[in-house]
C-alpha cells in the first residue's frame, strides 16, 4: 500500500476516537488516560496524547499510533489493522493477490453463517422451551446464552435451508457451507446449538448437542471443514475472552462448551475451549499472540489426563510455559465449580503442576518411574527452543532425582543442548540520562536536525536502543511534524515503543550546543579511558601519550570548566 494511502488512514482516525470505542478514557491534563489494555494493572498508566495522536503505556512499555493500537490489540496483521481502519473512514483499500471470485463465494459463506446463528437464536427464544429449561438447569444465565449466541435447531430437515432460501441465498452454494447433508438436508436438528467464532468475532462452524439420552446420532454433532474453517485452528469463546487473556498474561484451557461456559459465568474471563482434547499447533499459535503462559483445566479421569498430557507436552515443545490443574477423578471445571466456587478453583490454580511434576506425582494413569521418563524424554526430543529444553532437563533432573548426564545420554544426538547464552543490558538508567534527554529534546524538535547529524553520529550513545532511536531518527527526519506517521514506519517493536515514550515526555533542554557538546566529551572522556588501559599494558608506546593528549585538547577546547575535574 503506497504511503499517501497509509497518511490518509491515519489523518482520518483520531487516535482518542478509535480507542473510546474499545474502552472508556478519562481526560487527564492534555492528554487521555486508563488502565492498559495490554497488561493488568491496578492503576492507570496507559496515556494517549490526541494532539501528537499515539499512545504510550507506562508501566509495560508499549507505543504506538492508532494502526499500532489496532494490531496489537486486536492481534492481527498491519494490513488487517489498515484495511479495518480505511472502513472506518471511509476509504477505500485495494486487495490484491486474493480473487474477486473467490473472495465472494467467502463472503457469501459468511454472511449464510451469519443468517444460521440468528436463526437457532430466534428459534431457541420462539420454540426452545425444553432446551432454554436444560441451560437453566445447567445454570446457564440469559446473560451468556445472548452473548454467545447460543441457539437451538429445529427438529427439521428443511427448517434452515428454507430459511435460508428465503433470504435469497442460492441453493447451489448450500452444499459447501457444511451446514447440509450430502443430500441436501439440514445437518443439526434437535440440538442445542453453540457458535464456533474465529478470533475476530466471525461464525464460522458450529457445534450441536443432543438434548436427550436416546436421541440418535452422537452427543455432538460438529462443522465439517469448509473454506472458512478447518478442524483445530479456532477455540471457543477466544473471540471474546482474548483481550482478557492477553491483560492477564495467561491462559485457562478447558475441553468443552460448558466448562467454558461454567469458568466465564464465574469470573474466569481468561478461559478458551480447545473443542475437543487435541490441542493443536494452531491453536497453541493462536493464542500464543496473546499469552506465552498456559493453565490446562482437562477432566480429572483418566481420560481427561491422558488429554492433559498429550496437550501440555504439545505447548511445552514450543517453550512456552504451561501447568496442569489436578481435579479428581469424578471432577472438571463445570461441577467443580458448581460444588465448591470460584475460590477453591483459584487455590487449585494457584497450584497447579509443571508437566514433569504432574507426570511424577500421577497415580491414575498407572505408569511406573520409568515409563514416566521415558515419556518426558520423548517430549523432550519435540522441542523447538533449545534453552527451554536445557531447562526442562533440569528440572526432570530435580523432579526424578535423575542426574541431567543421564537423560542427555538418552537424548537423540541429532538433539544437541547448546550452552545457554545471556546478553544482559546494564539497566543503570542515570548512566544514560544525558543521551536520553537529548533523543527526548531531538523528537520534540527542540534541536537543529541538520546541525546534529553534522556533528555526532549513533557512537555517541552508550545504550543499544537509544543507538536504535537515533538512527531511526536521523533516517527519517522528514517526518519529524508527524509523529503519528513517523511512529507507522518504525518496523522493530522495542525501537516504536522507545520512540512512543519519548514523544511524550516534555523537553528539558535549554542550550542545543551544550547537549550536543556534552555527548562528544562524554565520549571523549571513555576514549581517554581506554588510552589510559592501553598505556597500563604498554607504558613505552609513544602514540598512546600523543593520542591521549589530543584528547585532553579537545576536552578543553569542548568545556573548560569541566577539565580539574576530569583529566586525570
Given at each position: 500500500m503506497e504511503q499517501q494511502k497509509i497518511d490518509e488512514i491515519l489523518e482520518k482516525n483520531n487516535i482518542v476516537d478509535v480507542i473510546s470505542n474499545y474502552f472508556p478514557l478519562k481526560k487527564s491534563g492534555s492528554n487521555f488516560k486508563t488502565r492498559c489494555p495490554f497488561h493488568d494493572e491496578k492503576t492507570a498508566s496507559f496515556i494517549v496524547s490526541e494532539k501528537k495522536q499515539i499512545f504510550k503505556c507506562f508501566g509495560c512499555g508499549k507505543g504506538g499510533n492508532v494502526i499500532t493500537f489496532v494490531r496489537d490489540y486486536e492481534k492481527i496483521s498491519f494490513f488487517e489493522a489498515l484495511?479495518?481502519?480505511?472502513?472506518?473512514?471511509?476509504?477505500?483499500v485495494k486487495e490484491t493477490k486474493v480473487s474477486k471470485?473467490?473472495?465472494?463465494?467467502?463472503?457469501?459463506?459468511?454472511?449464510?453463517?451469519?443468517?444460521?446463528?440468528?436463526?437457532?437464536?430466534?428459534?431457541?427464544?420462539?420454540?426452545?422451551?425444553?432446551?432454554?429449561e436444560y441451560l437453566k438447569d445447567r445454570k446457564i444465565s440469559t446473560q451468556t446464552i445472548d452473548k454467545f449466541q447460543i441457539g437451538y435447531a429445529l427438529n427439521s430437515y428443511a427448517g434452515l435451508k428454507n430459511f435460508l432460501i428465503k433470504n435469497q441465498i442460492n441453493s447451489k452454494i448450500l452444499k459447501e457451507t457444511g451446514l447440509f447433508t450430502s443430500n441436501n438436508k439440514d445437518l443439526f436438528r434437535n440440538r442445542l446449538m453453540f457458535p464456533i467464532h474465529d478470533h475476530s468475532g466471525r461464525v464460522v462452524a458450529f457445534g450441536g448437542r443432543v438434548l436427550h439420552k436416546d436421541q440418535p446420532g452422537g452427543k455432538y454433532v460438529n462443522s465439517p471443514t469448509t473454506v472458512i474453517y478447518k478442524k483445530g485452528s479456532e477455540l471457543y469463546g477466544f473471540n471474546v475472552t482474548k483481550y482478557e487473556v492477553s491483560k492477564k498474561d495467561n491462559v485457562l484451557i478447558c475441553e468443552g462448551y460448558t466448562d467454558f461456559l461454567r469458568l466465564y459465568e464465574s469470573g474466569f474471563k481468561n478461559a478458551v475451549a480447545s473443542l475437543g482434547t487435541s490441542l493443536t499447533d494452531d491453536q497453541i499459535k493462536l493464542v500464543s499472540r496473546f499469552t506465552k503462559n498456559f493453565y490446562i483445566l482437562y477432566d480429572g479421569d483418566k481420560a481427561g489426563k491422558k488429554a492433559a498430557l498429550r496437550a501440555a507436552a504439545n505447548i511445552s515443545k514450543f517453550g512456552y510455559s504451561v501447568k496442569i490443574v489436578l481435579f479428581n477423578e469424578d471432577e472438571d471445571p463445570d461441577n467443580f465449580l458448581l460444588s465448591h466456587g470460584k475460590k477453591e478453583l483459584e487455590k487449585k490454580i494457584a497450584e497447579a503442576k509443571s508437566l514433569s511434576r504432574f507426570l511424577n506425582d500421577d497415580a491414575v494413569l498407572g505408569l511406573n518411574t520409568k515409563t514416566k521418563l521415558s515419556s518426558l524424554i520423548g517430549i523432550l526430543n519435540d522441542y523447538q527452543d533449545e534453552i527451554s529444553k536445557e531447562l526442562f532437563i533440569k528440572e526432570i533432573s530435580e523432579v526424578f532425582g535423575v542426574s541431567q548426564k543421564a537423560i542427555f545420554s538418552k537424548l537423540k544426538k541429532k538433539y544437541p543442548i547448546r550452552s545457554t547464552r545471556t546478553n544482559e543490558e546494564n539497566t543503570d538508567l542515570a548512566k544514560y540520562e544525558e543521551e536520553k534527554n537529548f533523543l527526548i529534546a531531538l523528537v520534540n524538535n527542540r534541536l537543529n536536525h541538520k546541525k546534529v547529524a553534522q556533528e555526532i553520529d549513533s557512537t555517541y550513545?552508550?545504550?543499544?536502543?537509544?543507538?536504535?532511536?537515533?538512527?531511526?531518527?536521523?533516517?527519517?527526519?522528514?517526518?519529524?511534524?508527524?509523529?503519528?506517521?513517523?511512529?507507522?514506519?518504525?518496523?522493530?517493536?522495542?525501537?516504536?515503543n522507545t520512540l512512543a515514550e519519548f514523544i511524550l515526555q516534555e523537553s528539558q533542554i535549554s542550550d542545543a550546543d551544550d547537549m550536543i557538546n556534552g555527548l562528544k566529551i562524554r565520549k571523549l572522556h571513555i576514549n581517554l579511558q581506554k588510552i589510559n588501559q592501553k598505556i597500563q599494558q604498554d607504558k613505552d608506546n609513544d602514540e598512546y601519550y600523543k593520542k591521549k593528549d589530543q584528547i585532553k585538547k579537545e576536552i578543553i577546547k569542548l568545556n573548560k570548566k569541566v577539565v580539574s575535574k576530569t583529566l586525570y
Open positions: 484495511k479495518k481502519l480505511a472502513k472506518r473512514a471511509g476509504i477505500s471470485k473467490k473472495r465472494s463465494k467467502r463472503d457469501l459463506i459468511y454472511k449464510i453463517y451469519s443468517l444460521s446463528v440468528g436463526f437457532y437464536q430466534k428459534n431457541l427464544k420462539d420454540y426452545g422451551d425444553q432446551t432454554l550513545f552508550l545504550k543499544e536502543i537509544h543507538k536504535d532511536v537515533f538512527e531511526y531518527l536521523m533516517k527519517n527526519n522528514n517526518y519529524m511534524d508527524n509523529m503519528s506517521v513517523l511512529l507507522d514506519k518504525v518496523d522493530d517493536e522495542k525501537t516504536q
